[in-house]
């Protein structure tokens, strides 16, 4: 009989054997799910599982083995979503690693798998959330030509910034405007030096500052509280674009906007650190980021004023946003009357283009073929003809009655008629059907008829050791068996009866 071990100081010494063959005998031990063993090499090994230890579901070599793919995967390199080329420089394992951004960021302890899709971001430009209060500023100013200078962007160095972000600047005013929040406005030797640098550029800054920031010079509106919609908040603004900017301020009314306000803020809480890049797509036209809500969210807007939405920054960086006529006018004259040769070695045209799966194109035999732009692309297009000249004549034994049938008419794979040998005929069924037997003949005994026949009254020993009889055969799935000892069991299966599996009730 298997002793049963209760107390924690019998099962300190245990010892068992690894799935790899690894002695191994617990050094501490907690509880059940938390105790040490020790391997004959000295290597230690923490398990949570004491059935698992004992019963030796535990494996040496895939614990303690080197990082797989170490080699390999140090120096690869991959653009992340937020537009940045990173570096894998450390591999210790698929959950640890470190990577460096081309602009010299570097991030510890990430996953292979996040450096696989993207979604590693950088330390400093993180794309994290907006301030709310600051995204209200924005609601009311952007109509008044103010816009966001993101920080390490084009447009920031083309001001003069130095990378430096700006959360509202008129270019025409030559007036910016920070909101700074309690949180990360507590030292203000950053907020002096970007004071410094637009004073030498001729920009007026203008900060709205929660109560609990540091003090710093300048023109500064004071806020009572932090909340978002505050009062204090919607009395600087207007003050601000009464006395600077010399507008009627009635527009601002918290209260009316509420909606509104938050529906904008809902859609542009993300950062935009790649807002107003231009890049020349893959069709010639330039194109402008004028919008970013994320960096699988962004609004471009290309020379001639169209404008594209939801698209991905990797797609912009890669130049394959297209224009929105591409798809329409321009890829049919681009497509149209094209000529390729297809798999088969026949030449084929494009002679009518709708959509892109709405296509006709025509043979040099002069046959006619609807389907899609990728079919004809990749020279996939079948014709007709030669499919049917392929397998016309074909013969297969069928496996419904086992008789012979034989192709006679293809109109395609999804369309033939089969004849069998007594002159009956099948129409439009599936070649890969006929190909696995798998067409019936209609008006033929049902297989049913001869599966009856076979398999009424089979014997058989269950796996309880009793002899089974088949009494009854309705179908497949409703038999009734009779045992040896005279008990009948009624609606068992015939895949159970095979198995063994039926209990004796």
Known sequence: MRKYITKASERIGVESTSRDGKRAQVVSYSTCENFIIRFCDGKEMKLKNWRYFI??????????????????????KKVMNNGLTAEVIEYRGSHDMDILFEDGGKRTGVSWRDF????????????????????????????????????????????????????????????????DGEYSHTNNKDD????????????????????GCSGVSGRN??????????????????????????????????????????????NNKRATIHLYEKKKMNNGMVAEIIKMSSCRNITVQFEDGEIVYHKCYQSFVKGNISHPKDTSLAKKNQRLNLRKQMKNGMMAEVIEYNLSNDIKVKFDNGEIVKTRWERFSTGSVAV?????????????????????????????????????????????RKYEDFIHGAIGKPGIPQLRRTLKNERLWTEKIMRNGMKAKIVRYGSANDIDIKFSNGTIVMHKTYANFCSGSVACK
């Open 55 to 76: 019963e030796g579901n535990f494996n040496y070599e895939k614990h303690f083995k080197a990082p797989r793919n170490r080699e390999e995967r140090i120096g690869e």
């Open 116 to 179: 696989c899709i993207g979604s590693i971001a950088h330390p400093t430009i993180s794309g994290g959330n907006v301030s709310q209060n600051e995204l209200v500023l924005r609601f009311y100013l952007e109509s008044l030509g103010f816009v966001r200078i993101p920080q390490r962007s084009k447009r920031s160095d083309r001001v003069g910034l130095e990378g430096k972000e700006l959360d509202l600047y008129n270019d025409k005013l030559k007036i910016a405007i920070e909101y």
């Open 192 to 211: 002096e030096g970007k004071n410094k640098i637009v004073e030498k550029l001729g920009i007026k800054l203008y900060r709205f500052r929660e109560p």
């Open 221 to 266: 509106y004071i806020l009572e509280d932090s909340r978002f919609m505050s009062a204090s908040l919607e009395c600087c603004l207007k003050s601000f674009v009464r006395d600077v900017l010399k507008k009627d301020d009635k527009f601002i009314n918290f209260e009316k906007d509420k909606r509104t306000i938050k529906e904008y803020v809902s």
């Open 384 to 428: 007709p003809s030669c499919y049917a000249r392929n397998h016309i004549g074909d013969k297969k034994i069928q496996n419904r009655g086992n008789e012979e049938a034989e192709i006679i008419e293809v109109k395609d794979a999804n369309h033939i008629t089969v004849k069998f040998k007594d002159g009956t005929i099948v129409k439009d």
